[in-house]
């Protein structure tokens, strides 16, 4: 399948003209950044009605399947789509964890029937998803996950924590790795994978508060909890593999995903426009040559790291290193979004100490939020050290870490 010219200007035009009229006012009070800042129920209401809204529109989900709520067309018209929720800064879809790594994984290896009472309700966010893979000793080195799933008949009791869960407050279900037997000869075996339901007896999410002091992730505890053994995603013992498997689509290193905009986005021209009134020795910032030649460095980059990402979607332009820009795309990204925030507050002199609610703050402290919020980008998914590690050894060819 693929779109003509024509159909593509057509759709792109309707796409706008759509988001144009529906994008929803501004709440009046302060909305995340990104799933990983969902911290009240008013937040959460307004953005999942909002997801709700571009499902129904026919936005979002449309490259899945037809049968399974999806809308069944080619990938290129949800890029645009895509593209455009960008270009036009509306809200993010909050149920980011369903759409860009359950859902594409139950899609690519779920029976029918987890894809029957999923994937749709993923789409029209009436079940929110979160993800339990970090525990309080083991984020980085998730192979060593200790929360135990002891098979009881066809049941399974889960007893242990997992933590820093975004969402974890609303979830309907988590994806949740968990250690079935302890007796293997290496930490990956024994792992086991399933999809729970959230709100079920034992299960406590108990609120975590961020350095920006709002509420966006959980520890969660279980405490003898029971779920049938049609909970399993893969075979029982082979939950690694899974594990392995979702976060080529978290780290969209695998494509599939629903589409829609994750997060806030921030652009340089933002900051060149806060120069122009953040004021430093009595002169507005943008007046300094050095800071002018800060903003084009991060202009550049950005123009970088926005060709490649479309140079990644060209065969001809990416095929020496399959996967290369994939995998190197999460590092570069968030930490050039958490260096473009640091650079905004620097331009501010004494004013970067004022934040948000405080009297005078520029831009209303929105660059602070955003440095303090930039750090969730370069940690959850994998640290940048981490994807340093993978980008060097399986794009560089470099030895492996000990
Ligand atoms: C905002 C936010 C949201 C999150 N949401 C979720 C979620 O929804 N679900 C979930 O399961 N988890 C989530 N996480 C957890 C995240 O995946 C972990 O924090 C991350 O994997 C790191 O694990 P850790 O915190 O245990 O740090 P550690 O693994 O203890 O790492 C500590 C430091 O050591 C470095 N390090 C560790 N190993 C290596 C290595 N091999 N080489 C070089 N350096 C290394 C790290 O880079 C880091 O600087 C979230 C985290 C954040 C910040």
Same mark, same amino acid.
């Given at each position: 399948m693929s779109i003509s010219p024509q159909e593509k200007a057509e759709f792109q035009a309707e796409v706008s003209a759509w988001f144009t009229e529906n994008r929803p006012a501004d709440p009046g009070y302060l909305l995340p950044q990104s799933f990983m800042e969902v911290g009240t129920d008013q937040q959460f209401d307004f953005l999942r009605t909002w997801q709700r809204k571009v499902y129904d529109a026919g936005y979002l989900g449309m490259a899945w399947p037809k049968e399974y709520g999806g809308g069944g067309k080619d990938q290129a018209f949800q890029d645009i789509a895509t593209a455009e929720m960008v270009a036009q800064k509306v809200p993010f879809m909050t149920n980011t964890i369903g759409l860009s790594w359950a859902g594409p994984l139950i899609l690519n290896m779920g029976p029918d029937a987890q894809k029957e009472a999923y994937i749709k309700r993923i789409l029209s966010a009436e079940d929110i998803w979160c993800q339990g893979f970090s525990e309080p000793d083991h984020g980085s080195d998730l192979g060593n996950a200790q929360l135990r799933a002891v098979r009881d008949g066809d049941e399974f009791v889960l007893n242990g924590s997992k933590i820093w869960t975004s969402l974890g407050s609303y979830a309907d279900f988590m994806i949740l790795l968990a250690r079935s037997n302890t007796e293997t000869n290496t930490k990956y075996e024994g792992l086991s994978y399933f999809l729970i339901p959230m709100k079920i007896p034992g299960i406590d999410?108990?609120?975590?508060?961020?350095l920006? /002091?709002?509420f966006g992730f959980t520890q969660t505890f279980f405490d003898n909890v029971r779920v049938p053994d049609s909970c399993l995603i893969g075979e029982e013992g082979k939950g690694w593999q899974v594990a392995m498997k979702t976060l080529t689509f978290e780290r969209a290193v695998s494509g599939g995903q629903a589409g829609g905009v994750h997060s806030m986005q921030v652009s340089t021209d933002e900051v060149v426009e806060m120069a122009r009134h953040a004021m430093r020795d009595g002169?507005? *910032?943008?007046?300094? *040559?050095i800071v002018r030649d800060q903003l084009v460095a991060f202009m550049? @980059? @950005?123009?970088g790291l926005d060709l490649n990402n479309?140079?990644?979607k060209i065969p001809g332009l990416a095929s020496e290193w399959p996967g290369s820009i994939a995998m190197a795309r999460k590092l570069t990204n968030s930490e050039w979004r958490r260096r473009l925030n640091q650079f905004a507050m620097t331009l501010q002199g *004494?004013? *970067?100490?004022r934040y948000v609610g405080d009297d005078g703050a520029i831009d209303g402290g929105r660059w602070q939020r955003g440095y303090f919020n930039a750090f969730s980008g370069t940690i959850g /998914? /994998?640290?940048?050290q981490v994807q340093k590690?993978?980008?060097g050894e399986r794009v560089l060819g470099l030895p492996k870490s000990e």
């Amino acid at each position: 399948m693929s779109i003509s010219p024509q159909e593509k200007a057509e759709f792109q035009a309707e796409v706008s003209a759509w988001f144009t009229e529906n994008r929803p006012a501004d709440p009046g009070y302060l909305l995340p950044q990104s799933f990983m800042e969902v911290g009240t129920d008013q937040q959460f209401d307004f953005l999942r009605t909002w997801q709700r809204k571009v499902y129904d529109a026919g936005y979002l989900g449309m490259a899945w399947p037809k049968e399974y709520g999806g809308g069944g067309k080619d990938q290129a018209f949800q890029d645009i789509a895509t593209a455009e929720m960008v270009a036009q800064k509306v809200p993010f879809m909050t149920n980011t964890i369903g759409l860009s790594w359950a859902g594409p994984l139950i899609l690519n290896m779920g029976p029918d029937a987890q894809k029957e009472a999923y994937i749709k309700r993923i789409l029209s966010a009436e079940d929110i998803w979160c993800q339990g893979f970090s525990e309080p000793d083991h984020g980085s080195d998730l192979g060593n996950a200790q929360l135990r799933a002891v098979r009881d008949g066809d049941e399974f009791v889960l007893n242990g924590s997992k933590i820093w869960t975004s969402l974890g407050s609303y979830a309907d279900f988590m994806i949740l790795l968990a250690r079935s037997n302890t007796e293997t000869n290496t930490k990956y075996e024994g792992l086991s994978y399933f999809l729970i339901p959230m709100k079920i007896p034992g299960i406590d999410p108990v609120p975590i508060k961020k350095l920006t /002091g709002e509420f966006g992730f959980t520890q969660t505890f279980f405490d003898n909890v029971r779920v049938p053994d049609s909970c399993l995603i893969g075979e029982e013992g082979k939950g690694w593999q899974v594990a392995m498997k979702t976060l080529t689509f978290e780290r969209a290193v695998s494509g599939g995903q629903a589409g829609g905009v994750h997060s806030m986005q921030v652009s340089t021209d933002e900051v060149v426009e806060m120069a122009r009134h953040a004021m430093r020795d009595g002169h507005p *910032a943008i007046e300094d *040559a050095i800071v002018r030649d800060q903003l084009v460095a991060f202009m550049m @980059e @950005e123009r970088g790291l926005d060709l490649n990402n479309q140079r990644d979607k060209i065969p001809g332009l990416a095929s020496e290193w399959p996967g290369s820009i994939a995998m190197a795309r999460k590092l570069t990204n968030s930490e050039w979004r958490r260096r473009l925030n640091q650079f905004a507050m620097t331009l501010q002199g *004494a004013n *970067a100490s004022r934040y948000v609610g405080d009297d005078g703050a520029i831009d209303g402290g929105r660059w602070q939020r955003g440095y303090f919020n930039a750090f969730s980008g370069t940690i959850g /998914g /994998g640290t940048s050290q981490v994807q340093k590690n993978i980008v060097g050894e399986r794009v560089l060819g470099l030895p492996k870490s000990e």
